[in-house]
């Protein structure tokens, strides 16, 4: 448990030395120490435990609900402090504060609140989310470093509060790890309040008006996702016949009778669909775009929103082959399809990984509401995957953005030579989004294998079928941006950060090597998880021993054939492009009308007037809505 | 033993032609003589073509568009130059806008006089130009073989 | 050893086959306009000249993205005709795709760009149904597994009427013809020059032609597929549905992307999904 503690506690000791310590070399060594270590513990945890199976521990500390109850209190009047700053319109904010507060306070001082004998515990499956937050956690810490450095000096106007940035990124960290090593729901809810906060601050980093609103709005819907939170414990609490907020115990309660703590688990997977930015809840991940790079890599793709999903694949074996579970599936599907295909409309890169995320959480809600041991199986990988390659992305386009000034993808066009390193990296994290032999697409394809085995009807397939013609625009489209090479195309000048090279060099060969290692992975960790679970003998979908030669094959070859051409330059006769004959050089000009020099310059697509973001976000709300409603509905069916 | 002769790809252009010749160019392409029974593809792409066939003389205005078009067809290539008015300038030949021939700006291989040229003079001009293709081939080959 | 044997056949015979298909395609199309057309063998010719021409290219790279084009078709076709995983079949088939439209996007030119944008748009119109035909042969079959499925008793377009009408459908964009050749075309279609495969000349041109006519036999392999219980229907189906991709080649005129995207999603929606509901409900 000693190992435990540590990822508990030591971010939040370094962030309180982070919250006084000055932007100097000093700090930056200490932070990119404490990555170092944050990293190291998580991959020891998991070599200690890995094999294990499930665990729990008892934490004997003197009154340590009393101090968990006082400070959800203190969270509460510091966020009520916060809302001086509200708008009108945003006046649901105190409210939702208040009205939590109370549920909490009411639970916790009418004695109603049940013991928890063991408050934290460990399974395979918060390994692997202790990996994640560990690993590619540290890393984007390391990265900020760097990036924040430039960051200030390319926003002079900005005042400079890192002191306070590292403080709530290391203190998040430090509740990540709480989520999932929770047992007892009330330090959960704790935990995932802090979470919200960390998100709330972060995103008002730049205390611009719009920071400052998209700030207001990420904390109003996840708190409405608290507001669920605490209605499920508040339920837990004071309706169920026996009182229970062990985590442990209520899955064993809903795996033998769903329909005794179904209601709760809905109340919870709401708070969960919230804090993942599904519909209709997606505007406040777009909002959070506004946020330095870094904070959109670590809460916005492979962290905080990973803790809704967490929280849905945890009750996924409850959830099997209930109606709730089926329309909560219904909700993630179409989210995944309709946030799929506004992303072809954005030509901001960020929105675009925004939409991407969304869709993908999207997806891995699906498996996770349907819950049966092939798309839990699917669901974990995908989120393996996708907080790779996603933070690699983020990370990518941050570094890129401060190379060219500009997060657009109509501004990235030969970067393959402008940039090499940064387009490698990126090519990399794309591919690994949506191409086979790549992370994602093997998820994606267990998902659609499981959806297929889903009784009543095709719905979630065919959705996925749907969803995935667009997610190959889009990427593709950015790719070919990338790789496009303009006539008058040179490498750009000034390096990339070190601290920035190494976390970008680390997750594209993380991405690569979970891609090649995916057998292992299952075998190791994901398949006995779900084992574990269901009792079943092996989960992995699709995971034939023929599969996994031909995508090795298939990976050997996309790794081998770029270095099979860069081993073998071939002497080529360079003509200028096409341009009906009006070329004036080797570039992109050419003669014009009336003899003017003219330069072609050539844009995506972006099908705007065939999708349009507006009409389909507000279909993709009502329609949720609907989903959400009716998912409330068939609790008791 | 060389396909160029088998598939000779064209690429067609005007350089400043009343249309006349451009018109019985288009109609070889027709079923009435149909040449890609010879393997012929009318392409307007440069960079695929073997064949160029011009028409119309050359003036200030097309100088640059005929060498860029010619230097953007891959080797080997023949042109052709179709009708009087590429061949030499035409009747227009002594007005001042016009440059001359084709052979102004570019080696041309074949030339097909007529005005307009009749489709069955571009075909036998054509496969005229082949043979001078299949010549240009061998010579290529022989000098990669001994390079 | 079976898979090897289909897998050296697919190799070596598939671009004889797909040659000839074209061969076949042009004399068909010419008597349909009443010429006389090339000898069947001119595709073979074309071919061969192309790979006699200067490689000339605009930049170093492009040529590269569309030799790993014709990898990965040729790694999708080993993959099907060796009786591999049907869906995986179809991801590969993706892969090739995106490195074509790589390809087209390198050379930063304003005809192959657009070429790449509509090709793009292609695969995102026919990429739903060649999903919903993966999952409406395994609903049937309950094997995602080519041999397993083409071993199936009875004739698969029997239960997936509905999919197979889609997948003609999307056929007629996937074997690039009129009216949705909309990315790159043969012959005589000169709207965009040629599109996305404009700024490539000589033996990558060659290298590109090889790729399609793998892909139009794999694609062949797909229709075979619905009538694989009896090898005769198959056949006459393939040829059937050959003829008729050229006879729709040759009565439309090339239509929009916007057209080509929307009919397909929707054809796809009517025929095909409702078809999986329908074997959803019977197949209980």
Known sequence: ?637 | MSYLKKSPWIIHYDGSSCNGCDIEVLACLTPLYDVERFGIINTGNPKHADVFLITGSINEQNVEVVRNIYNQMPDPKVVAAIGICATSGGIFRECYNVKGGVDTVIPVDIYIPGCAVRPEAIIDGVVAALGVLEKKAAALKSMKASA | MKSAIAILAWVILAPIAGGLLAGVDRIITARMQSRVGPPLLQPFYDVLKLFGKQGIVVNAFQNFYMICFLVFVVVTGCLFFSGGDLLLTIFALAVAGVFFALGAFSPNSPYSNIGAERELLQMMAYEPVLIIMAIGMYMVTKSWHVDEIAGFHNLLVGYLPGVFVALLFVLTIKLRKSPFDLSTSHHGHQELVKGATTEFAGPALGVIELAHWYENVLLMGFVYLFFASNWIAAISAVIVTYFLEIFIDNTFARLTWRFTVKSSWIVAGVFGVVNLFVVAFLIK
């Open chain 1, 1 to 637: 448990m000693g190992i435990l503690l540590f990822l508990l506690l030591f971010p939040a000791a370094m962030s309180l030395v982070f919250a006084v310590l000055p932007p100097n070399a000093f700090r930056n060594t200490l932070v990119r120490v404490s990555a170092l270590l944050i990293a190291a513990g998580s991959v020891w945890l998991a070599v200690a435990f890995n094999g294990q199976g499930y665990q729990s521990f008892k934490v004997e500390f003197p009154h340590l609900d009393m101090i968990f109850f006082g400070g959800e209190m203190l969270l509460s009047l510091f966020l009520l402090y916060k809302c001086i700053g509200i708008k009108k319109h945003e006046w649901y904010i105190p409210v939702l504060i208040l009205v939590q507060a109370g549920i909490m306070a009411y639970c916790e001082l009418s004695g109603a609140m049940p013991e928890v004998e063991n408050a934290l515990y460990i399974d395979s499956f918060s390994i692997i989310m202790a990996l994640i937050i560990g690993i590619v956690g540290s890393l984007i810490s390391l990265y900020a470093v760097s990036y924040m450095r430039d960051y200030h000096h390319h926003n002079p106007q900005m005042k400079d509060r890192q002191r306070s940035f590292f403080f709530i990124v290391f203190f998040f960290l430090s509740a990540m790890f709480g989520v999932v090593f929770a047992n007892n729901l009330a330090w959960l809810y704790l935990f995932w309040e802090i979470t919200t906060l960390s998100s709330f601050i972060l995103i008002g980093y730049p205390k611009t008006e719009e920071a400052t609103r998209n700030a207001y709005r990420a904390l109003g819907l996840n708190l409405l996702g608290g507001l669920g939170f605490a209605c499920g414990i508040l339920y837990l609490v004071k309706f169920l016949g026996q009182p229970t907020i062990d985590l442990n115990q209520i899955l064993t309660m809903g795996r033998l009778d769903s329909g005794l703590v179904m209601i709760p688990i809905v109340l919870i997977c709401f708070a969960g669909i919230a804090k993942s930015a599904q519909l209709p809840f997606s505007s406040w991940l777009l909002g959070a775009m506004v946020a330095p790079t870094p904070v959109s890599a670590l809460l916005h793709s492979s962290t905080m929103v990973k803790a809704g999903i967490f929280i849905i694949i945890k009750f996924a074996p409850v959830l099997q082959g209930t109606w709730a579970g089926y329309f909560l599936a219904l909700v993630g599907a179409v989210t995944f399809l309709i946030t799929s295909i506004i992303a072809v409309t954005q030509s901001n890169a960020k929105r675009v990984l925004a939409y991407s995320t969304i869709a993908n959480l999207g997806l891995i809600v699906a498996c996770a509401g349907v819950g049966t041991p092939q798309t839990l199986w699917a669901a974990v990988l995908l989120t393996i995957f996708h907080a790779v390659s996603k933070g690699l992305l983020f990370l990518g386009v941050g570094s890129i953005e401060h190379k060219i000034g500009s997060r657009d993808i109509e501004d990235m066009g030969g970067l393959i030579v402008n940039r090499p390193g940064l387009a490698v990296v990126m090519i990399v994290g794309i591919l690994g989004m949506f191409l086979a032999p790549f992370g994602m697409l093997i998820s994606k394809w267990a998902c659609l294998e499981a959806f297929v085995n889903v009784k009543y009807t095709p719905l979630l397939a065919v959705l996925l079928a749907y969803g995935s013609a667009p997610t190959m625009f889009f990427w593709t489209k950015w790719l070919g941006k990338i790789v496009s090479v303009s006539g008058d195309a040179k490498k750009g000048e000034g390096a990339v950060p070190g601290d920035e090279w190494t976390a970008l060099w680390f997750l594209a060969a993380a991405t690569v090597a979970t891609a090649a290692l995916f057998p292992l992975i299952s075998w190791a960790s994901v398949s006995p998880y779900v084992s574990g679970l269901y009792h079943v003998e092996d989960a992995a979908a699709g995971l034939t021993q023929g599969n996994i030669i031909i995508m090795s094959i298939l990976l050997g070859l996309m790794l081998l054939m770029p270095l099979a051409f860069l081993a073998y330059p071939k002497k080529n006769k360079y003509v200028s492009r096409y341009l009906a004959g009006a070329n004036l050089d080797q570039g992109d000009s050419f003669t014009g009308a009336m003899g003017a020099t003219q330069h072609a310059t050539l844009r995506n697509y972006y099908l705007s007037g065939f999708f349009s973001e507006k009409k389909l976000t507000v279909a993709g709300i009502v329609l949720s809505i609907c989903l959400i409603v009716t998912m409330f509905s068939v609790v008791k069916i």
